[in-house]
Every structure is written in structure tokens, then in C-alpha cells.
């Protein structure tokens, strides 16, 4: 039993937190804050903050001129203002509820599962409302898959992007993803093509964006 719980995800069942380690990696996800605030990987300390959903960017010399500001400003706030109204902890596929203090008294203090997920559904201040679920599941072997799910309203106005915020402690000095290579823009889509790619931050020294 021992040496099957090694491969296993160990559980801690917090008060106000979930906490899910493994092989040199400890993830903890907090009730309170809305989302995963820590994420250990070999030692090392990857969040400043929870990630969160976004909706807002720098604005360009093009959105000045057509009043994008005026039009869509109201996800400028929902970006800042977002917060979490549900939270769902999955453990090998089944559904526990948000097993916080003191419900979490009836878990011991050796809980293993195979795989964890989690569930956090975040509610705008848009008018009208909508939602988005941010859920994360772990795996044994310290993997994560986040999806990231916009619940999109017709009345609503154009969104000026839509992904997850991560604001980590430290610049990244490269990164990695899987998608379409340079620019997607509209008009360039057509030129790139899947892969996977590595790529080095770059902070254009911008006064003004574009």
C-alpha cells in the first residue's frame, strides 16, 4: 500500500484549501481566494497570485478611433471585479461538494486518489451577468489540464479578449505552447501553422500599444 500510494496524489483537505501533492510538485487551491493560489514544482514557487479569467487588454490607436473604449468598456471592469460564486472538488470522478470546514473533519489525514479536480465558476458584474468555469484537473503524475469555459450572451458587447491571467513571481525566460505559429490576426491567420513552438518573452518597449 505504500508503494502504490507513491504513485497516487495525496490529499489534504483544508479548512479553507485543497491540497494535492505528488512527486516533487504540491498544488493548493483555496476556497476563499477563488482559485489555485499555489503551484510547487521541484522546489520552486510558479504563482504570485490565482489565476483569473480575462476580459480586457491595452487599448490601440485604432480602438481610440472607432470608440471600442465607450462601446465595450464594461469588460474593463468585470476584468478587475470578477468573482468566484461556486467551488467543486472531484475526486476520481465523483463529486464531493466543496468539502471546506467542518465537513472536512471526516477525511483523514492519509487520503490518496488517482486523479483531482477542480471546479471554479466565476460570475461577472457585466449587465447583464454571464459566467465562466475555470476547472483544473490533476493527474498522478503532477499534470494539469485547465479549460477555461466563456458562458457568451448576445446582449452583451464585444468582448475584447477572453483567456486566464497568470502573474507569476518571477519573468519567464521562455515558453512553450502547442497552436498556430506568429500572427493570427484575420488577415494573417492563413500564413501560420500548427505546431509545437518555444519562444522568449517579449516586452516591447511600447509608449502607446500599436
Known amino acids: 500500500m505504500q508503494n502504490m500510494n507513491k504513485k497516487m496524489l495525496k490529499i489534504?483537505?483544508?479548512?479553507?484549501?485543497?491540497?494535492?501533492?505528488?512527486?516533487?510538485?504540491?498544488?493548493?487551491?483555496?476556497?476563499?481566494?477563488g482559485g489555485m493560489e499555489s503551484l510547487v514544482k521541484d522546489g520552486i514557487e510558479w504563482l504570485f497570485r490565482c489565476p483569473k479569467p480575462a476580459f480586457w487588454r491595452a487599448l490601440?490607436?485604432?480602438?481610440?478611433?472607432?470608440?471600442f473604449?465607450?462601446?465595450?468598456?464594461?469588460?474593463?471592469?468585470a476584468d478587475m471585479?470578477?468573482?468566484?460564486?461556486?467551488?467543486?472538488?472531484?475526486?476520481?470522478?465523483?463529486?464531493?461538494?466543496?468539502?471546506?470546514?467542518?465537513?472536512?473533519?471526516?477525511f483523514s489525514a492519509n487520503e490518496y486518489a488517482d486523479h483531482v479536480k477542480m471546479i471554479?465558476?466565476?460570475?461577472?458584474?457585466?449587465?447583464?451577468?454571464?459566467?465562466?468555469?475555470?476547472?483544473?484537473?490533476?493527474?498522478?503524475?503532477?499534470?494539469?489540464?485547465?479549460?477555461?469555459l466563456f458562458h457568451g450572451r448576445p446582449e452583451?458587447?464585444?468582448?475584447?479578449?477572453?483567456?486566464?491571467?497568470i502573474l507569476m513571481p518571477t519573468l519567464a525566460k521562455e515558453y512553450r505552447y502547442e497552436g498556430l505559429s506568429g500572427e493570427t490576426y484575420p488577415d494573417r491567420k492563413k500564413g501560420a501553422h500548427r505546431g509545437v513552438f518555444i519562444e522568449k518573452p517579449i516586452m516591447t518597449p511600447y509608449l502607446v500599444p500599436q
Not at 98 to 105: D, R
Open 156 to 165: 452583451l458587447p464585444e468582448l475584447p479578449v477572453f483567456g486566464l491571467r
Open 12 to 33: 489534504v483537505y483544508g479548512d479553507c484549501t485543497l491540497g494535492v501533492s505528488g512527486d516533487n510538485f504540491s498544488y493548493i487551491f483555496s476556497y476563499v481566494a
Open 81 to 106: 471585479f470578477i468573482h468566484c460564486v461556486k467551488k467543486q472538488v472531484i475526486v476520481d470522478d465523483k463529486d464531493i461538494g466543496l468539502p471546506c470546514a467542518p465537513y472536512n473533519n471526516a
Open 69 to 77: 473604449q465607450v462601446q465595450s468598456g464594461a469588460w474593463m471592469s
Open 120 to 148: 471554479f465558476t466565476y460570475e461577472t458584474i457585466t449587465i447583464p451577468k454571464t459566467l465562466v468555469e475555470v476547472s483544473y484537473q490533476i493527474n498522478s503524475n503532477g499534470e494539469i489540464l485547465v479549460e477555461n
Open 60 to 67: 490601440t490607436d485604432n480602438d481610440r478611433g472607432c470608440g
